[in-house]
């Protein structure tokens, strides 16, 4: 049973999560056989506080 977790800054409403998880999910199942309701989805939403990118920080 793949878990997929996703992180990114907040901002994204419910209907933008509803359409990354279906794509997700969809691509999970054509790649691996899976069955749809084996793929789980994680969103977290993360701080730019608390993250950094080639090597600074990003607040």
């Known amino acids: 049973m793949p878990y997929i977790e996703v992180l990114w800054f907040p901002g994204r409403d419910k ?3 509803k359409i990354l998880t279906k794509e ?3 691509s999970f199942v054509r790649v691996t056989g899976c069955k749809p309701n084996a793929v789980e989805i994680i ?3 993360i701080t730019k506080e ?3 990118s080639s090597g ?3 607040d």
């Open 43 to 45: 969103f977290r939403e």
């Open 50 to 52: 608390n993250s950094a």
């Open 56 to 58: 600074k920080l990003l």
């Open 15 to 17: 209907n933008q999560k």
């Open 24 to 26: 997700i999910t969809d």
